[in-house]
């Protein structure tokens, strides 16, 4: 909103309130190539276990989702990881119905600052990047020390 200037904020913060549907932040990720290999039980339950506790419970796996880690061949170069994927964070917003209004008086009354905010209460359907990174993981797209280095940067 600081570039919108003064004259106009209140028709932007207008149309934002009743207008916007979707915000989606996208970011690409390395993808294991197909030579990677199931984890060893030892090392998942230990995964596991770090996964739950750097993201407070958001990344819960279980021993029988598919991870695996890098291991590398020709294809890859034997880096381990042969392309990208779309990693996102996802907020949706109903566009009609109490919904609706619930997310216009959210924002309006400047209740929408923290991640924490952006739930069913205020009307608002949001998928973390965490959240995305914990599928990505479960189905084998992705190892734990490229979704560790996502969650730093």
């Known amino acids: 909103m600081s570039i919108i200037h003064g004259d106009h904020r209140e028709d932007a913060h207008f149309l934002l309130a009743n207008y916007l549907r979707v915000v989606l932040h996208q970011k690409l990720v390395p993808k294991l190539c197909d030579c990677a290999a199931a984890m060893p039980e ?62 216009s008086q959210a924002y309006r009354e400047h209740r929408l600052n923290l991640t924490s905010d952006l739930n069913k209460s205020n009307g608002i359907d949001y998928i973390s990047r965490q959240e995305t990174f914990c599928n990505l993981l479960k189905i084998g797209l992705m190892d734990w020390p490229s979704v560790l280095k996502q969650i730093k940067s």
Do not use: W
């Open 42 to 103: 030892e090392k998942k339950i230990q995964v596991i276990s770090e996964a739950y506790e750097r993201t407070k419970g958001v990344i819960d796996l279980e021993v029988t989702d598919n991870l695996r880690e890098a291991v590398g061949c020709s294809a890859c170069n034997g880096l381990g990881y042969k392309g990208r994927l779309v990693a996102h964070e996802t907020m949706v917003i109903p566009s009609d119905g109490e919904d609706r209004d619930l997310f």
